[in-house]
């Protein structure tokens, strides 16, 4: 069965930093592309960013590119956001998600349960 | 104007069908793109429901019963979701999604309520 536990989110000052986790198990973690999605609450879904298997292709949306960055590591079978420069339009829930395949366009299947980070002085 | 855009809501009878449309923006042709549909209820995760591009380009999420379904309707330039037998739990927010320009976009939603 495919988990993907979130973890990391909090209360954190307009401007901080903040890094995000997401422990997997279950797939093979390695053989897939991972996404990050967040939703504010009580509002839509937005793509953050995606990362391919083997970290050589990565894809961030406008809103977060610059000061957002993901990263992995298949021998923790671990997903990471680190997030800078931090807005209070960042307040959201934010979802680990697993792939279709090793690239990252070919879609989302699996998601994680979600950690909320709020942006707020 | 939005890549993907829903209506907000749909209300719907216990046993009725009820389609969701997710339109393309003018410009974007539905038929070079794989539609992906999600469920989302409150308190929960988006669950994956299925994706569509064609008859021969299409997946069922694991578990997901057959009374949901995919299709596109080209004239309308948009990705359908069928949900037949319409059932109560399946009242809940559906979201499309689909990767547009180097980006995963997805729609704004569809309130679905089972009267």
């Known amino acids: 069965e495919v988990q993907l536990v979130e973890s990391g989110g909090g209360l954190v000052q307009p401007g901080r930093s903040l890094r995000l986790s997401c422990a997997a198990s279950?797939?093979?973690?390695?053989?897939?592309?991972m996404h990050w999605v967040r939703q504010p609450p009580g509002k839509g879904l937005e793509w953050v960013s995606s990362i391919n298997w083997k970290s050589d292709s990565v894809g961030y949306a406008d809103s977060v590119k610059g000061r957002f960055t993901i990263s992995r590591d298949n021998a923790k079978n671990s997903l990471y956001l680190q997030m800078s420069s931090l807005r209070t339009e960042d307040t959201a829930f934010y979802y680990c998600a697993k792939a279709f395949s090793y690239d990252f366009w070919s879609g989302l299947n699996y998601w994680g349960q979600g950690t909320l980070v709020t942006v707020s002085s | 104007q939005a890549v993907l855009t829903q209506p907000a809501s749909l209300s719907a009878s216990p046993g009725a069908s009820a389609s969701l449309t997710c339109t393309l923006r003018s410009g974007i042709n539905v038929g070079t793109y794989r539609i992906y549909w999600y469920q989302q209820k409150p308190g929960s995760p988006p669950q994956f429901l299925l994706r569509?591009?064609?008859?021969?380009?299409?997946?069922?999420g694991s578990g997901v019963p057959s009374r949901f379904s995919g299709s596109k309707d080209a004239s309308a330039n948009a990705g359908i979701l069928l949900i037949s037998g319409l059932q109560s739990e399946d009242e809940a927010d559906y979201y499309c999604?689909?990767?547009?320009?180097?980006?995963?976009?997805f729609g704004t939603g569809t309130k679905v309520t089972v009267l």
């Open positions: 279950g797939f093979t973690f390695d053989g897939y592309a």
């Open positions: 569509y591009k064609s008859d021969s380009d299409k997946q069922q």
């Open positions: 999604m689909t990767w547009h320009s180097n980006a995963y976009v």
